[in-house]
């Protein structure tokens, strides 16, 4: 009998480091599970870093393009507005005041060239810009 007590300790023994190994393993393992499918990989997170740069640096280029026409320094110019200071202050703008801004003007360069805005609603849109971009930038 002593050795069939002493074999069903040693299996009770057994199967409690078991039962301990398993558990210890669930506790570290599933954290680091859990972890691995949140991390973002480096070359991801580089990658959208870069293309959010990009898109903004066309943002700049594309507003600022817009606001150097001869019609918009014009404008400009007969609103009293110094337009140096205004393509200073559009790299200041937000990311999203800058897309927002952007895509407006672009817009309006494409409803202009499509004979769907006359020159002076052009006129209208590029003051409401340029008065968009100067209210942004003091705020």
Known sequence: ????????????GFFSAVLLLLFVSSLTLEPMAA???HLVSHQALQQQVQATSAKR?????????????????????AHHIN???VQNAIPTLSSHELASLAARANHAQ??????FLSSGMLLVVII????????IAVH
Not at 1 to 8: E, G, Y
């Open 35 to 37: 972890a691995q499918d």
């Open 1 to 12: 009998m002593r050795s069939s007590a002493k074999v069903r300790s040693l299996r009770l």
């Open 128 to 135: 409401a810009i340029v008065v968009a971009v100067i209210v």
């Open 57 to 77: 640096q066309q943002n700049i280029a594309d507003l600022s393009r817009f606001l150097s026409t001869p019609t918009a320094e014009h404008a400009m110019k």
């Open 83 to 85: 337009p140096a200071e």
């Open 110 to 115: 494409q409803q202009f060239a499509a004979g």
